[in-house]
């Protein structure tokens, strides 16, 4: 089980809702009728694919709209034919559904009886959803804890206090109790909770320093994505510091720091100021923001963007007071190679103009 109450987000999976009034439906499975199907009723067509289906829970679920064909609400009398795409939906949350335990690889940083902090790696979702019901950090975690258990058999609880993106790397914390949970949210609440993430971004940011505080809410024409508005506008408050590590012309090397934890934040916040993040393909900034026309420039960045094949974002840092013990825990992530990688190439890229640059100056003198 994922234990997931008063759950503050920060996390990757733009499938995930932060509003109760913003949650609904997910989607859960998709078929595409062949090519030689023959018309049929789409109840019994159900029927025949899904193991477990009955014709009331079908006709239910076409009757509440939870079964399109081809984006449109149909009828039980709806006759499937070639070709035709139907997408199930599922009103219960992903989360609160059973998980399947894996035995996935996980890089435990630190473990007791009330918690764990992992260090997740990019391309990891935290937990089962969307299109994503194995392979998540929840079912490796299930694992885990299923083998400590004195019944092998027993579905471990997961207790999921904050999440990351699925393409961000870093640290995540999973309480192990009752009490750590609700110790733990309380102190995401009360921002009390130390989150610092590393971050490449575009364009050179006039300030070493700064904050950006605009309210994050979904998207208003494309739900999957979030956006950044004006204070009381829509969406709910987010307060984001940031400061710059080192500036390479085109590109900023950033810490920042997390007052909120609001689903995409930093990855949203960075749009708005016009520097989003270095290869965020949902937020603009897989393709050239700033920099030069030139072939070699291009030639360059392309292959970074090769290197790292996500958005440049890390969770660092993690602090936090134990709920236990009561002592303040600090817990830090090096980068991952990826990033590091990139942020290297950066750095002899500047060097290399710079080189240039005195050559030439040196010329003409």
């Known amino acids: 089980m994922i234990d997931e109450t008063e759950l503050e987000e920060d996390w990757d999976d733009p499938e995930e809702e932060t509003e109760e009034e913003e949650s609904g439906p997910t989607e859960r499975l998709r078929i595409t009728a062949d090519r030689g199907q023959e018309p049929l009723r789409i109840d019994k067509f159900l029927m025949n694919r ?14 509440q709209g939870f079964i399109l064909v081809n984006g449109a609400a149909v009828k039980p009398n709806y006759k499937v034919k070639a070709g035709d795409l139907i997408v199930i939906f599922d009103h219960r949350r992903p989360e609160s559904t059973e998980v399947v335990p894996e035995p996935l690889p996980l890089d435990i940083v630190y473990e007791d009886d009330t918690l764990l902090v992992i260090n997740k790696p990019a391309g990891m979702v935290v ?6 019901y194995s392979g998540t950090l929840v079912n490796g975690l299930a694992w885990h804890l299923q083998q400590q258990q004195a019944d092998p058999q027993a579905l471990p609880r997961v207790g999921l206090v904050h999440r990351i993106d699925k393409d961000t790397s870093g640290l995540v914390v999973v309480a192990k109790t009752e009490h750590a949970m609700a110790h733990l949210n309380a102190q995401f609440k009360k921002h009390t909770v130390h989150r610092r993430y590393i971050a490449l971004a575009w364009g050179d940011f006039p300030e070493d320093q700064g904050t950006v505080n605009a309210h994050v809410g979904r998207h208003l024409r494309f739900r999957k994505i979030m956006d950044a508005y004006p204070d009381g506008e829509h969406g709910k408050e987010a307060i984001t510091h940031y400061t710059v590590l080192e500036r390479f012309n085109y590109v900023t090397l950033i810490a920042l720091r997390l007052e909120t934890g609001r689903t995409h934040q930093i990855r949203v916040h960075m749009k708005s100021i016009g520097h989003p993040l270095f290869n965020d393909a949902t937020y603009g900034g897989d393709r050239i923001v700033k920099g030069t026309v030139f072939t070699r420039y291009k030639q360059f960045v392309d292959n970074c963007f090769k290197i790292l094949p996500r958005h440049a974002l890390h969770a660092r840092e993690l602090g936090f007071v134990h709920p236990a013990t009561g002592e303040r825990l600090m817990f830090t992530s090096e980068l991952p190679d990826d990033m590091q990688q990139v942020i290297d190439k950066w750095r002899t890229y ?6 240039q640059l005195r050559e030439k100056l040196d010329g003409g003198a």
């Open 350 to 355: 500047v060097q290399g103009m710079t080189s």
């Open 50 to 63: 899904i193991e477990g289906a009955t014709r009331n829970k079908i006709q239910q679920s076409l009757d």
């Open 127 to 132: 937990h089962p959803g969307c299109g994503n």
